[in-house]
Nanobody, 122 residues
Framework: VQLQASGGGLVQAGGSLRLSCAAS????????MGWFRQPPGKEREFVAA????????YYADSVKGRFTISRDNAKNTVYLQMNSLKPDDTAVYYC????????????????WGQGTQVTVSS
């Protein structure tokens, strides 16, 4: 499975960005998808996850109410809509895929994209 993330950039606090992650190499509907991020000097952390069909989602408390994860199985793409961005959201964002479980645990994801930088200025 190959994952290609895009959509990162520089935005002012309070602004919005939408990240996309295109998947290939396996039927997309067989993959649960997640977004993780790694702030500068910190460990990778969970952001959001979505089930195979998209009927279930789960968010980290730090982004709940501001971020929305969604997927389009016809386009083999998962999205992360990020609103009301804060400087603390600055990080490299990674999409990940799992054929076995949808989870907040990075270890359960077998496939990872290359990451896209999101920088939020104050």
């Amino acid at each position: 499975v190959q994952l290609q993330a895009s959509g990162g950039g520089l935005v002012q606090a309070g602004g919005s960005l939408r990240l996309s992650c295109a998947a290939s190499g396996r039927p997309f509907s067989s993959l649960a998808m997640g977004w993780f991020r790694q702030p500068p000097g910190k460990e990778r952390e969970f952001v959001a996850a979505i089930s195979w069909s998209g009927s279930s989602t789960y968010y980290a408390d730090s982004v709940k109410g501001r971020f929305t994860i969604s997927r389009d199985n016809a386009k083999n793409t998962v999205y992360l809509q990020m609103n009301s961005l804060k400087p603390d959201d600055t990080a490299v964002y990674y999409c990940a895929a799992s054929a076995t479980a949808w989870s907040m645990k990075p270890a359960l994801y077998s496939y990872w994209g290359q990451g896209t930088q999101v920088t939020v200025s104050s």
